[in-house]
């Protein structure tokens, strides 16, 4: 064969690898990044400056000037860290939500809501329970109290909504940033859109609107669903992090009760409606039976390891984010996994107000931390995933994390 030609099919076979590359590793193509793709500021001819005109989205919260419940504090006497409720004791309250986001023109409170409905919210986190500007859980309802799916500033239609207060992180950017980042990169990321938010006419400042980590239909979020009547589930969403207030959500797996764990487990999917103590025993022995795979003799065994419960690539692909990003809360708190219908778990990214050197934690630059966490301390001790991780970090630095 002429070498000439040789050396043309050379070319273009470098190009459309190329090309395929970029393609495998932009995985969420259809990821709407609103910083790129809504229209930049520009003031409006009518506006006299009397009020906020914007060009992000505005939420309008109102509860009847009730106080928001959900923000922590301490006992006078005995220290002790409490949670505040309403007069009569609950922990939220109804209210209703309107959404004024016009698209390609700016946004005034004054202006008629794109999308309303009724809500119960309550103030949400762990330490930013403390901190002066809150971020609030909320969940949409109709007037039957019904949840009540709906599309948020071109967000999938979901009825659970985190309204997410940056305050340890300064820049504002860092859920925003890294959820779509992670969106790029691994098979599900929450989706993220900046907003400003009022609550009872006072003006709160920028938040981030987030999706929860939940299932969804039709698509969106994770793929799980349950059967209640016939006590059968096609997946679940797990928790680390701190415990949860009932019983039946807190559960014991492998980790657990070795003492291996620093932190609790909680079943997230199915919730309190359709968990039974049934499903929860499954789950919780279902998701032993991985960790008991990975801490046993035969861990990097292919046939009764863990390789063939779990996604080696999500793993990877989580550990290389938070690394990326030193967010050393993750693997402890805050972290998210979940098992999909085609039977093996995930991980989910969340929460990175502290990570790159935020809230006076020093910036370590010269070594690894996630590797001494649960499960990657012995994914780590099998040469498959090390060199995983090194393979998918060299790819993902020439795409989705390149300079």
């Given at each position: 064969?002429?070498?000439?030609?040789?050396?043309?099919?050379?070319?273009?076979?470098?190009?459309?690898?190329?090309?395929?590359?970029?393609?495998?590793?932009?995985?969420?193509?259809?990821?709407?990044?609103?910083?790129?793709?809504?229209?930049?500021?520009?003031?409006?001819?009518?506006?006299?400056?009397?009020?906020?005109?914007?060009?992000?989205?505005?939420?309008?919260?109102?509860?009847?000037?009730?106080?928001?419940?959900?923000?922590?504090?301490?006992?006078?006497?005995?220290?002790?860290?409490?949670?505040?409720?309403?007069?009569?004791?609950?922990?939220?309250?109804?209210?209703?939500?309107?959404?004024?986001?016009?698209?390609?023109?700016?946004?005034?409170?004054?202006?008629?809501?794109?999308?309303?409905?009724?809500?119960?919210?309550?103030?949400?986190?762990?330490?930013?329970?403390?901190?002066?500007?809150?971020?609030?859980?909320?969940?949409?309802?109709?007037?039957?109290?019904?949840?009540?799916?709906?599309e948020m500033?071109?967000?999938?239609?979901?009825?659970?909504?985190?309204?997410?207060?940056?305050?340890?992180?300064?820049?504002?950017?860092?859920?925003?940033?890294?959820?779509?980042?992670?969106?790029?990169?691994?098979?599900?990321?929450?989706?993220?859109?900046?907003?400003?938010?009022?609550?009872?006419?006072?003006?709160?400042?920028v938040y981030?609107?987030?999706?929860?980590?939940?299932?969804?239909e039709n698509?969106?979020?994770?793929?799980?669903?349950?059967?209640?009547?016939?006590?059968?589930?096609?997946?679940?969403?797990?928790?680390?992090?701190?415990?949860?207030?009932?019983?039946?959500?807190?559960?014991?797996?492998?980790?657990?009760?070795?003492?291996?764990?620093?932190?609790?487990?909680?079943?997230?999917?199915?919730?309190?409606?359709?968990?039974?103590?049934?499903?929860?025993?499954?789950?919780?022995?279902?998701?032993?039976?991985?960790?008991?795979?990975?801490?046993?003799?035969?861990?990097?065994?292919?046939?009764?390891?863990?390789?063939?419960?779990?996604?080696?690539?999500?793993?990877?692909?989580?550990?290389?984010?938070?690394?990326?990003?030193?967010?050393?809360?993750?693997?402890?708190?805050?972290?998210?996994?979940?098992?999909?219908?085609?039977?093996?778990?995930?991980?989910?990214?969340?929460?990175?107000?502290?990570?790159?050197?935020?809230?006076?934690?020093?910036?370590?630059?010269?070594?690894?931390?996630?590797?001494?966490?649960?499960?990657?301390?012995?994914?780590?001790?099998?040469?498959?995933?090390?060199?995983?991780?090194?393979?998918?970090?060299?790819?993902?630095?020439?795409?989705?994390?390149?300079?």
């Amino acid at each position: 064969m002429n070498k000439k030609l040789v050396g043309l099919i050379a070319c273009a076979l470098i190009v459309c690898i190329s090309i395929l590359g970029e393609q495998y590793l932009k995985q969420d193509s259809d990821r709407y990044i609103q910083h790129e793709m809504d229209p930049p500021y520009s003031g409006c001819a009518e506006c006299d400056g009397k009020e906020l005109c914007t060009n992000l989205p505005i939420v309008k919260i109102d509860t009847g000037d009730e106080t928001i419940p959900g923000r922590a504090y301490r006992d006078k006497k005995t220290r002790r860290r409490l949670i505040e409720t309403t007069r009569d004791g609950r922990d939220r309250i109804e209210g209703s939500i309107e959404i004024i986001d016009h698209g390609e023109e700016n946004n005034h409170e004054s202006d008629k809501a794109t999308e309303k409905s009724r809500m119960i919210i309550h103030a949400r986190g762990n330490s930013s329970r403390h901190f002066d500007k809150l971020g609030y859980a909320v969940k949409l309802i109709k007037k039957n109290g019904k949840s009540n799916d709906m599309e948020m500033m071109g967000m999938d239609p979901h009825h659970d909504w985190v309204i997410h207060g940056p305050y340890v992180d300064k820049s504002l950017m860092k859920n925003y940033l890294w959820y779509n980042v992670g969106g790029q990169i691994m098979d599900y990321a929450p989706n993220v859109r900046f907003c400003e938010v009022f609550i009872n006419g006072e003006y709160m400042g920028v938040y981030v609107m987030a999706e929860s980590i939940t299932a969804g239909e039709n698509g969106a979020r994770l793929n799980l669903s349950v059967d209640k009547k016939n006590q059968m589930y096609s997946g679940y969403l797990i928790r680390m992090d701190r415990g949860f207030d009932s019983e039946i959500k807190n559960i014991e797996p492998f980790t657990e009760y070795t003492y291996r764990a620093g932190t609790k487990f909680n079943i997230e999917y199915p919730g309190k409606k359709n968990l039974t103590p049934e499903i929860a025993d499954s789950i919780e022995q279902d998701f032993s039976n991985f960790e008991k795979s990975l801490y046993s003799y035969d861990y990097d065994d292919k046939k009764y390891g863990y390789k063939s419960r779990i996604d080696m690539e999500s793993f990877a692909d989580y550990f290389i984010i938070n690394e990326f990003t030193q967010n050393y809360d993750a693997g402890w708190f805050s972290t998210y996994v979940y098992k999909d219908k085609d039977a093996r778990l995930r991980m989910c990214i969340w929460d990175f107000n502290y990570a790159n050197d935020s809230y006076e934690v020093k910036t370590r630059i010269d070594k690894f931390e996630l590797h001494r966490c649960l499960w990657f301390n012995m994914l780590f001790m099998d040469e498959d995933f090390v060199e995983l991780v090194i393979k998918r970090y060299r790819e993902l630095r020439t795409g989705v994390l390149s300079e």
